[in-house]
């Protein structure tokens, strides 16, 4: 397997792993109050904007090669980044 299928199917396990998380995460606001339960919609819509960003990219690295691949990458780990923060965040809140 080379680097390139190596990073694809690791970001694509994370992001799933992710989606889970988004999903538990709305079922637990399910449960809260009136105005707490509109704070962690407008969080988890943020969640899912960044998630849907982070597949966009993933589905253009599977179309990209040699250097259009490596600027793709960069850029989707910048977004991975910002999505793993951002579980982060809110798995702290949520649990």
């Known amino acids: 397997m080379d680097l390139q299928e190596a990073y694809k199917q690791k970001m694509a396990a994370q992001l799933k792993e992710w989606s889970a998380q988004i999903d538990l ?5 399910e449960n809260a109050g ?4 509109v704070r962690r919609a407008e969080e ?18 599977e179309k990209a090669s040699g250097e259009a691949w490596e600027q793709i990458k960069e850029t989707a780990d910048k977004i991975r980044e910002d999505l793993k923060t951002g579980m982060a965040e809110a798995r702290a809140r949520f649990m």
């Not at 009136?34 to 339960?37: I, P, Q, V």
């Not at 998630?51 to 589905?59: F, M, Q, V």
């Open 25 to 29: 995460f709305e079922a637990k606001a």
């Open 44 to 61: 988890l819509d943020g969640l899912r904007a960044k998630h849907r960003t982070a597949h966009e990219k993933l589905g253009a690295l």
């Open 34 to 37: 009136a105005d707490m339960k």
